[in-house]
């Protein structure tokens, strides 16, 4: 993956300092953080070894802790592994579903920021988790599928362009709407499924009329003359 990367964006050594990757448990090897730690500038990467993690929850002390959450706390490790280069780790500890107790260790390099900016700059790759969720279900793209190999690949690319468009419009095509906080599935299955037609003039559009009939229709022929507005 990471290979894969480097040859799709070819960076600077300024550009590489400026680069994080933040990878979850699965990935977390000493190995592997050895492997990565020179190749980019920053990480936040989840340990893979959960007894390491629980027998340094055990070494904290009770004033270690610092809540960060409902039933979740994070302490600082300053016996941690020594890698390659300089990192930090940190203890994180939280109750699960039936009361019991789970235990991480978060290593990274961002070692000017506090504990808790850490661990939120970590959890907020769920935020990615729930958008490819999100495609997955509003722009169909696990229904759908083509037998060749070049279809399937621009089905692919299609709804990336999608994604991104939805999430370019977002913030302010929808603005003031009852459709601002629509998610991509209600977005594409209920607003912009509506009746109606586009009228072209060569390349360009004219025209976009909609079912009048359709109690939406009224609303986001509002949004789609800012999109229109954008667009020109």
């Not at 050895?34 to 990480?43: I, S």
């Not at 607003?191 to 909609?210: I, P, W, Y």
């Amino acid at each position: 993956m990471v290979r894969a990367t480097e040859q799709l964006l070819p960076l600077k050594p300024h550009q590489r300092a400026r680069t994080g990757w933040r990878l979850d448990g699965g990935f977390g090897t000493d190995a592997n953080l050895n492997w990565l730690l020179p190749r980019f500038g920053q990480l936040v990467i989840k340990g893979y070894n959960a007894t390491r993690a629980a027998a340094s929850a055990r070494r904290r002390e009770a004033g270690d802790w610092q809540e960060i959450g409902p039933e979740r706390w994070v302490a600082l490790e300053p016996d941690g592994v020594r890698y390659g280069r300089r990192t930090q780790s940190l203890v994180l500890h939280w109750l699960g579903e039936k009361r019991t107790d789970h235990y991480a260790l978060l290593v990274h390099t961002l070692l000017d920021w506090p504990m808790a900016k850490v661990v939120q700059f970590y959890d907020a790759r769920a935020q990615q988790e729930v958008q490819i969720r999100q495609d997955k279900t509003g722009l169909q793209l696990t229904r759908r599928r083509k037998r060749a190999w070049h279809a399937q690949e621009a089905w692919v690319i299609l709804n990336d362009l999608a994604h991104n468009l939805l999430a370019w419009t977002h913030d302010w095509m929808w603005h003031g709407s009852r459709f601002e906080g629509y998610g991509c599935l209600r977005l594409v299955q209920d607003v912009l499924n509506l009746s109606g037609h586009f009228v072209f003039k060569g390349d360009k559009l004219q025209k976009a009329a909609l079912c009048r009939s359709d109690p939406l229709a009224p609303e986001v022929a509002e949004c789609l003359e800012r999109l229109l507005t954008e667009l020109h």
